[in-house]
DNA sequence: TGAATATATGAACAAACGTTCACATATCAA
DNA sequence: TTGATATGTGAACGTTTGTTCATATATTCA
């Protein structure tokens, strides 16, 4: 392989800024809680003590959760009252979710 | 929330399985140098010698990412007389990678 | 056979992660 | 105001990660 086609392969990767972000981006999509987080909202927003009630970790690991997401600019949040409620935030990453859900139904089709 | 919407909610994500082997493959995808192999793999098939000549890690590193890449199947191997070669798993996988690609491209735009 | 090249692997270690705990803050209702 | 409920946050801790180093294995070629 000379230094050419090695430049060419280079090139055509994304610059380091974007492989840092998708890095961060999946990193997220890593946690079990977070992926169940993110399915729950696909179906409905929710407030942090809704997802209390349907997963088995604390508050705070849920707010955690949240906060990463949110970083990341994943979900998005509205104050209602009392309550904060969480949801996607935007179709693009909707579309993605909704992916995944595809693949592994499809895979138990098998 | 009742009872019932709870089960429903949970009925409706995928089972404690799936979401593992997602949170498996997210967390493959999570270290830039995986990522960066994965976008060269794109381009062409490549024996572990020539991600050496591009990436700046140790053969060790590409060596231990590759399995790591290859136990999710998500890259298969080829030998190649002297060489190992590894490429795309299926075009499902690609088509994830080219998404990606898309996806870091049109934020560039904006 | 022996030297050179290509790749794999296990141990080690620092860095990063996810959770819980304890506590802080905020909002509502009385 | 006070108590109850909802959420956020920092520290701590055990676990997991990615890399490197050292070494082993495999293949080719002379």
Redesign the pocket.
Known sequence: MDSKQIGNLLQNIPDSDSIMRMAAVF??L?????LKILFLLRQKEM????F?QVLS?????I??????LSQLDLVR?R?E?????YYIADEHFRTLIEMCLEHVEEKHEL
Do not use: D, M
Not at 30 to 34: D, G, K, V, W, Y
Not at 47 to 50: I, L
Not at 57 to 61: E, N, R
């Open positions: 990193q997220a890593q946690s079990e809680t977070r407030c942090v003590c809704e209390e970790v604390t508050q705070s690991a707010s955690h959760g949240l906060r990463t949040v104050r009252g009392k309550f904060t409620i």
